[in-house]
């Protein structure tokens, strides 16, 4: 069994940035991939950016690519989202989760935390 619990959302303006932290316990996640989703009111839950445990190697969806950053804190077993130049569509609740493998397919996440609230207004 894994934990993950999100902090860091809240209300920022368009141009903005925020940093979404993903604290991460329970079964070792060394061997894990993490991941960020969003979910926005009506819309189906989609694919944020990925990172592996072991060389941190990261995907990202298109529509965040050279706007956010995934890094992680092996020591402290915390996964981060450096958000910047946020975007209104870019609200939602933002979820961390984690996989077996590389992937960005939701079901292919087998835990996930409760979610944080980003909004961003215009």
């Known amino acids: 069994q894994v934990q993950l619990v999100e902090s860091g959302g809240g209300l920022v303006q368009a141009g903005g940035s925020l940093r979404l932290s993903c604290a991460a316990s329970?079964?070792?996640?060394?061997?894990?991939?993490m991941g960020w989703f969003r979910q926005a009111p009506g819309k189906e839950r989609e694919f944020v950016a990925r990172?592996?445990?072991?060389?941190?190697?990261?995907y990202y969806a298109n529509s965040v690519k050279g706007r956010f950053t995934i890094s992680r804190d092996n020591a402290k077993n915390t996964v981060y989202l450096q958000m910047n130049s946020l975007k209104p569509e870019d609200t939602g609740v933002y979820y961390c989760?984690?996989?077996?493998?590389?992937?960005?397919?939701?079901?292919?996440?087998?835990?996930w935390g409760q979610g944080t609230q980003v909004t961003v207004s215009s």
């Open positions: 989760a984690v996989a077996r493998s590389s992937a960005v397919a939701t079901t292919s996440y087998n835990y």
């Open positions: 329970g079964r070792t996640v060394s061997t894990y991939v």
């Open positions: 990172i592996t445990w072991t060389g941190g190697s990261t």
